[in-house]
């Protein structure tokens, strides 16, 4: 296992993982919008995201005991804020998950505290590479995750992630969205780690483009 681990963070390893993951979007992209390939593609989207998050975990420069915290945190909180809305309805709105984010504990999907680490992760380590103080990067990056959630929230309705009361997403969401996000990357800035990730941004972009393409192909339906 070290030694395979070893190959993909080598440099050739590494060149192949930069193809292997915006083709991993594609397909998902194309297989999601194909009729005859949905409900495979569907069944594959927790896979997708828990292998997503073992390239991006696989590619972080720092393993300390505060990495660890901040994962276990992030998944942690991601998690618990969801069962929380979806049994209250206070903090997001109204909602229920549906099928396609896999098994469940409480009716929630256990990858969706996942969900949250990856985002979370990957704004912040773009964000610190810009010139900016950790506030200020703190609240652009909580801007960034709450913009990427405007894309995906109309996919999650039409594959089934979740579904809205009334099929609204209220405005409330992304406000708790952002309050989250905030505090989560508040913790991120604040244990001392080293924030480098050479595929945080590429994930990132991946994420914004698969989910936009989506968002493209509803508009001119």
């Known amino acids: 296992m070290y030694s395979y681990l070893s190959q993909l963070r080598s440099p050739a390893g590494q060149r192949v993982i930069f193809i292997v993951l915006p083709l991993m979007h594609l397909a998902g992209f194309i297989g999601l919008q194909c009729p005859p390939t949905q409900a495979v593609f569907k069944a594959l989207v927790p896979f997708h995201l828990l292998s997503s998050l073992g390239l991006l975990l696989l590619f972080h420069t720092d393993w300390n005991k505060n990495m660890f915290i901040f994962c276990a945190v ?10 929380l809305g979806v049994h209250t309805g206070l903090i997001f709105g109204q909602y229920h998950y ?14 969706i505290g996942a ?8 704004a912040g380590v773009v964000a610190n590479t810009w010139s900016q103080t950790p506030l200020v990067k703190t609240l652009l990056a909580a801007t960034v995750v709450v913009a990427l959630d405007i894309l995906i929230e109309p996919v999650a309705i039409r594959l089934d992630f979740w579904q809205w009361t009334n099929n609204t997403v209220p405005l409330q969401n992304y406000v708790a969205w952002y309050v989250v996000a905030f505090g989560l990357l508040w913790l991120f800035y604040k244990l001392p780690f080293h924030k480098q990730n050479r595929l945080a941004g ?9 989910f936009l393409s989506h968002n493209v192909t509803y508009f001119i339906e």
């Open 74 to 83: 992030a998944y942690f909180v991601g998690f618990t804020i969801e069962a």
């Open 202 to 210: 590429l994930l990132l972009i991946c994420q914004f483009a698969f």
């Open 98 to 111: 549906g099928a396609t984010l896999g098994w469940k504990f409480i009716e929630i999907p256990l990858v």
């Open 115 to 122: 969900n949250w680490l990856v985002l979370i992760y990957c």
